[in-house]
């Protein structure tokens, strides 16, 4: 029996269900989190196999006494994963100090988190990125600014999502920014690309290739949705574009990923950008070696009528999946930012889309930056559907001076 420790498998709630699978297909499923036991859901619980709770996951001490105890009892360990951007490192420094082969090494970790690292592996791929400097000196910056003109989108070369990521629009912002940043912090300057985020989410087996691809499409920038507290919306495709999915497995190449759920990110031109591409083509963003965060395997799995979470466990076990897609949709994601005025109310919007509705939650505090806090997740056979449904539960009243909350009722 092959052992799997599964980091985490409390956090994001919906990832019990690749623990599910992974044991349904005859694994010996380890979790080790920082949450007590008696806290887990019923359905975590009977996931796993055994669960070693820890003070801390931040401490790597910890963590590390956690799995030599799983290898001392059950030997030899076989896998051990999150899914998680946040852990990506951790994930990476477990298995190079305990010789677990199957996933990415500490050496591994500067091409797959450092936005500047990830560049040269898009252009090996025949991918364009985004002209940058990650020079430490506000005099280089400027000269920077100077060569790509403004605006210029600041973020640390390695983080997680558009966590402190900036739109800078004048040598003042520059400055005020330059003054202000995280000290301990390396920033990536680029140019802003006039875009929207176009993904490649895919499943890869053991020797580069796919057995499973979608993708989604993020009308918004993550980065407005974050700093202006706005709403989020994105949809999984009905259907991946044939430029995606080129670029998608070039870059999965490139990059040597094997065994792993991958979220890749281009920009899809939404005007000509000289040096890069004309409006409509896929240009690089950044590769995250992880699904698509937060219930994105969910949405993929009502758009796609599969089961994404088996496909990926098959993946580990058998480096194949028989798993088959049904009836193709849009899935689209509304996530309503509380105070805002808006026409409908939560009460409205269950009744007009019933039909539609796949998910109704509210967002946990740690996600809703770039999430909302309340979301309705629907299907929807043609575009112009879902177009209608983004413009009727945004819409907000006019001249209204009391905010309403979009909240689920109790």
Known sequence: MKNFI?????????????????????????????????????????????????????????????????????????????????????????????NIQSGFQTKDIPRIKFKSKMKSYYEKAGISTARYTIAADLKEWKAFTKKVGYPIIAKPDNGVGASDTHRISSDKELTAFFQSKAPDVTYILEEYIDAAVNSYDAIIDSHGE?????????????????????????????????????????????????????HFEFFRLLSDHPGMGKKGEIVALEVNMRPCGGFTPDMINFGHSTNVYKIWADMIAFDKSTVQSGD??????????????????????????????????????????????QMYVAVFDTEKEMNNFYNHVLECKKNSKTPTKNKQSA
């Open 6 to 98: 599964f980091i985490s498998p409390n956090f994001p709630t919906n990832y019990w269900l690749f623990c599910k699978e992974l044991k349904n297909n005859g694994l010996n499923v380890l979790g080790i989190g920082d949450q007590p036991y008696d806290e887990l859901s019923y359905e975590l619980k009977n996931s796993l196999n055994e669960y070693y709770r820890v003070d801390n996951l931040e401490n790597y001490e910890s963590v590390y006494r956690a799995v030599a105890f799983f290898i001392h009892k059950y030997g030899r360990v076989d896998w051990l994963e999150s899914n998680n951007e946040y852990w990506l490192e951790q994930n990476a420094k477990l298995r190079s100090d305990f």
């Open 210 to 262: 796919p057995i499973f691809e979608t993708g989604n499409v993020t009308p918004n920038s993550i980065m407005d949705i974050v700093n202006n507290a706005d709403n989020s919306i994105y949809y999984i495709v009905k259907d991946l574009p044939e430029d995606t999915r080129k670029a998608g497995r070039a870059a999965a190449k490139s990059f040597g990923v094997k065994s792993r759920f991958i």
């Open 328 to 373: 193709d949709k849009f899935c689209a994601y509304a996530g309503l930012r509380d105070g805002k005025n808006f026409v409908m109310t939560h009460e409205d919007i269950i009744k007009n889309y019933r039909e539609h509705l796949k998910m109704v939650e509210r967002i946990p505090d740690a996600l809703s930056g770039a999430m909302g806090n």
